[in-house]
């Protein structure tokens, strides 16, 4: 099982860890919500926990995941994209079946 990031992610995760001072890296994982049942979610951690998996990339950028949200991210890639005024995550996930119509939540 393994998480990937786009170097456009890389280079936006590692310049937040330094603006803040610090960190482990970014926790990736899943939470029931939305109209299509999961929902993506992102936190800069300080630690991992015992049960964490971590992925390091090349940079040295660590992605923590918890074991539940990675039985639905495996394979997943994570980039960060810009589109005119508006820039975020985009997670390229193998597992998903369908997404909702406002793009917020997934099923698999």
Do not use: W
């Not at 937040?16 to 890296?25: C, H, L, P, S």
């Not at 015992?50 to 992925?55: A, I, N």
């Not at 990339?57 to 005119?84: C, H, Q, R, W």
Request: proline share 3%; glycine share 12%.
């Amino acid at each position: 099982m393994a998480i990937t990031m786009t170097p456009a992610a890389i280079k936006h995760v590692a310049g937040y860890i330094e603006k803040r001072g610090g960190g482990f890296g970014i926790r990736v994982g899943v939470r029931t919500s939305g109209c299509s049942g999961m929902a993506y979610v992102l936190e800069f951690v300080d630690q991992q926990e015992s049960e964490d998996q971590v992925f390091e990339m090349d940079s040295g950028v660590k992605v923590v995941i918890d074991p539940k949200s990675l039985a639905y991210l495996d394979g997943t890639e994570l980039d960060f994209v810009k589109e005119g005024l508006n820039e975020g995550f985009a997670f390229n996930n193998p597992n998903v079946r369908s997404e909702c119509g406002c793009g917020e939540s997934f099923n698999v």
